[in-house]
């Protein structure tokens, strides 16, 4: 008998001799291998200046490698992805690349909201300012949300003509919006609370996009407010203030003249 014979006889009388169990073991533990757990991702791309929804952006997931596209609301779905810990990321021509950690919980649908911010792009030796007489402010989105008509908006020309000596005088006109008497010669400012189904709260304050907690609108004087915006629910607050707070009220945004705010000295 050759050698070549002499070895195949031998490997077929060695795998006689193995149990049954120890030959199906090695297939079916490749089979049985747990899948890793799964989960999905929902959530909205928009503008971190203007809160406006931001079309075919492009969203995907570092360590997964799954990924979506915004349709015209901002709005993507990740149907399936890796459960735990990953890295979202966002792409949109003309925006800041955004990269934001996330936990992914198994088997359910994890829900955000994501901000890109435009690129700033300076050009030497040429200087753009927006204007509205002398008035510096956030001039663009104020009139942008002013022609939506969502919130409460006060111009610079409506202090003038109802000659709001404080900035709580102005605020008493914004409907379901509570403002109480003023307290001359105590020191305290007049109370503001939004009215909501016989309940109040306290809206959170903004000066020139800046959160000021326990901040009072009075703290800014008349003569340097280029704007007012009240948004007298959580649900009307632009989005980029209501991450930025969390309000559970509402909000007051306060755009000045020359970008000052509380304390700076004029």
Not at 156 to 171: F, P
Not at 255 to 264: A, I, K, Q, V
Request: hydrophobic residues 40%; glycine residues 10%; neutral net charge.
């Amino acid at each position: 008998m050759s050698g070549r014979r002499q070895s195949r006889v031998a490997y077929a009388g060695l795998l006689a001799l193995l149990p049954a169990s120890v030959l199906a073991a090695a297939p079916l533990s490749a089979q049985e291998a747990p899948a890793p757990d799964e989960a999905q991702l929902v959530g909205r791309v928009v503008s971190s200046i203007t809160g406006e929804p931001i079309e075919a952006a492009a969203v995907s997931l570092r360590r997964s490698g799954m990924g979506a596209v915004t349709d015209t609301a901002g709005s993507f779905l990740v149907p399936t992805t890796v459960a735990g810990e990953d890295t979202i990321e966002v792409r949109y021509v003309g925006y800041q690349t955004s990269s934001v950690p996330v936990f992914l919980e198994a088997e359910k649908t994890t829900r955000v909201v994501l901000l890109l911010s435009p690129n700033v792009v300076r050009v030497a030796e040429l200087e753009v300012e927006i204007e509205r007489g002398d008035f510096r402010f956030g001039v663009r989105e104020f009139e942008r949300r002013k022609a939506k008509g969502i919130g409460h908006f006060i111009t610079r020309e409506d202090l003038e003509a109802w000659q709001s000596r404080e900035t709580s005088d102005a605020l008493r006109r914004v409907p379901g919006l509570r403002v109480g008497a003023s307290n001359t010669g105590t020191g305290r400012e007049p109370p503001i609370e939004l009215s909501r189904n016989a309940l109040s709260c306290e809206p959170v304050i903004f000066v020139d996009g800046l959160y000021l907690a326990g901040a009072h609108p009075n703290d800014v004087i008349v003569p340097d407010i280029g704007g007012i915006e009240v948004y007298t629910s959580p649900g009307s607050v632009p989005v980029q203030y209501a991450t930025m707070a969390s309000p559970t009220c509402g909000a007051i945004l306060i755009w000045t003249r020359r970008g000052r705010r509380p304390g700076d000295p004029r």
